[in-house]
Nanobody, 122 residues
Framework: QLQLVESGGGLVQPGGSLRLSCVAS????????MGWYRQAPGKERELVAGITRGESINYADSVKGRFTISRDNAKNTVYLQMNSLKPEDTAVYYC????????????????WGQGTQVTVSS
């Protein structure tokens, strides 16, 4: 099994910054990719940023130049530095980890955190 603990969400003013953290733990055999998704009310969940084991990085067009994803493999942790936040960034942010665990050792599986609220408002 794999557990994800997210932190760093909160209320900030436009132009402010937040740093999200997600720590993975459990019976992990390997982690192939880590990333962040977000979902605003009435909208579908979208990929914000993702990073693979080979350090290939993808960003949503709406956050390019403002957000930075990074990881610490030794700590099984992924971060999302969010700068120049806008009201449209308001959403629940979910950590996602694609990993192989002892439960599903023959394939990878997407694990999800419970989400952390990010609200950008004056």
């Amino acid at each position: 099994q794999l557990q994800l603990v997210e932190s760093g969400g909160g209320l900030v003013q436009p132009g402010g910054s937040l740093r999200l953290s997600c720590v993975a733990s459990g019976s992990i055999l390997s982690i192939d990719a880590m990333g962040w998704y977000r979902q605003a009310p009435g909208k579908e969940r979208e990929l914000v940023a993702g990073i693979t084991r080979g350090e290939s990085i993808n960003y949503a067009d709406s956050v390019k130049g403002r957000f930075t994803i990074s990881r610490d493999n030794a700590k099984n942790t992924v971060y999302l530095q969010m700068n120049s936040l806008k009201p449209e960034d308001t959403a629940v942010y979910y950590c996602n980890v694609r990993a192989r665990t002892t439960m599903y050792m023959l394939t990878t599986y997407n694990y999800w955190g419970q989400g952390t609220q990010v609200t950008v408002s004056s």
